[in-house]
């Protein structure tokens, strides 16, 4: 009995600190954005918009506004004091693709570096649609030939459904 109730505390441990871990997370990334005033809210805005459309190189696909990493706190560092030094939005996204490439735009520019990325999607699904076109053609197109032994055997089951069903 004391197994059981062990087992049922430590899978309710288990299943509960990532909850509360995860439902922290908003909080303090709340706290870190918080650090940083403004004199004017448009510099605010562009802020905000700049670090929600730039990515982190470090992470999985999280702007640098989601971030925790130590990467992403630089860059809304740098953001912050380009914004505050009166940088356009052009020239912050600029600065950061010159730093860490493409990659770091959420909306990278259409070139032959960046054409995969573009048409890449689209290349796949043509490929595919082709794929299933050209493979039920083909199998259509294919008889099934049966040897002479084949033949017989059929004609023989043929001949005992006849008599079954009759």
């Known amino acids: 009995m004391k197994q059981i109730i062990r087992a049922t505390f430590f899978v309710a441990a288990m299943l509960v600190a990532p909850s509360l871990w995860l439902a922290s997370m908003p909080a303090v ?6 650090e940083y005033q403004f004199e004017d809210p448009a510099q605010e805005a562009l802020f905000r918009e700049l670090i929600g459309e730039l990515r982190c190189p470090k992470c999985q696909n999280q702007s ?8 992403a706190v630089d860059l809304r560092d740098r953001t912050y004091m380009m914004v505050r030094d009166g940088a356009t939005k052009q020239q912050v996204i600029d600065f950061m693709v010159a730093r860490y490439g ?6 990278p520019p259409m070139n032959i570096a960046t054409s995969i990325l573009w048409w890449g999607p689209i290349a796949v699904l043509v490929i595919g649609a082709f794929v299933i076109v050209f493979r039920v053609k083909q199998q ?7 040897s002479d032994e084949e033949q017989a055997q059929l004609a023989t089951l043929r001949a005992e459904k006849k008599d079954t069903d009759a």
């Open 140 to 146: 259509r197109q294919t008889e099934v030939s049966l």
């Open 64 to 71: 640098i506004a989601d971030s925790n990493a130590e990467l």
């Open 102 to 107: 493409d990659f770091v735009h959420y909306q």
């Open 29 to 34: 990334q709340a706290q870190n954005l918080q």
